[in-house]
């Protein structure tokens, strides 16, 4: 008698461990998931942000076509990635970064451009969100981080495989955002 009430509480002690560590798991997911959409958040604002910065600009520097085109068309990437492509997301979101900076730019052949107090408020708007964006992605690597971690240590990784949990890939930064700008006085 005193044998089967020893495997019965062993047998809810393993349910037991199996359901925190699976629970523990699907939290940690959750997380990726809320991390990455707070990312499509920003990025969202950015892209609302866009046409203005492109009709304040168009006044000022209407014979740049060509640079404002380069933000058009990345910014309609963006609208274009699939919602599940997190990799095509970050790639056309690495786009439109460049072509911002070439607008941004603009701005030092333009003073009129650059004294204007709509663009000055577009450019700081767009600065915050920029610096929301990068505390976004550092979050979403730290949180993926964590929850692969989980799932290759041991034991939830045997919970992990059983539960179909899969590894995510972070984040990385583009190579030619890597490159040290050269400063030359």
Do not use: C
Not at 86 to 94: F, K, L, S, V, Y
Not at 121 to 136: G, I, M, P, R, W
Request: aromatic share 8%; hydrophobic share 45%.
């Amino acid at each position: 008698m005193i044998g089967w009430i020893i495997a019965i509480a062993v047998v809810v002690i393993l349910v037991l461990i199996y359901f925190g560590l699976y629970n523990s798991l699907v939290k940690y997911r959750n997380r990726v998931e809320e991390t990455w959409a707070q990312i499509d958040v920003q990025l969202k604002r950015r892209f609302d942000l866009i046409p203005n910065l492109i009709e304040t600009v168009k006044g000022y520097a209407a014979h740049e076509k060509e640079t404002l085109a380069k933000v058009v068309e990345a910014r309609n990437m963006m609208t274009q990635a699939p919602a599940d492509g997190r990799g095509e997301q970050m790639e056309a979101d690495n786009m439109l970064t460049g072509a911002l900076k070439s607008v941004f730019a603009l701005a030092e052949s333009y003073p009129d451009l650059k004294a204007n107090t709509s663009f000055i408020e577009l450019q700081h708007e767009l600065a915050t969100t920029e610096n929301k964006v990068a505390y976004s992605r550092q979050l979403y690597n730290t949180t993926v981080m964590t929850y692969n971690t989980k799932i290759e240590s041991v034991p939830s990784n045997i919970v992990a495989k059983m539960g179909g949990f899969t590894k995510r890939d972070m984040l990385a930064t583009p190579e030619e955002e890597k490159v040290v700008p050269k400063v030359q006085f």
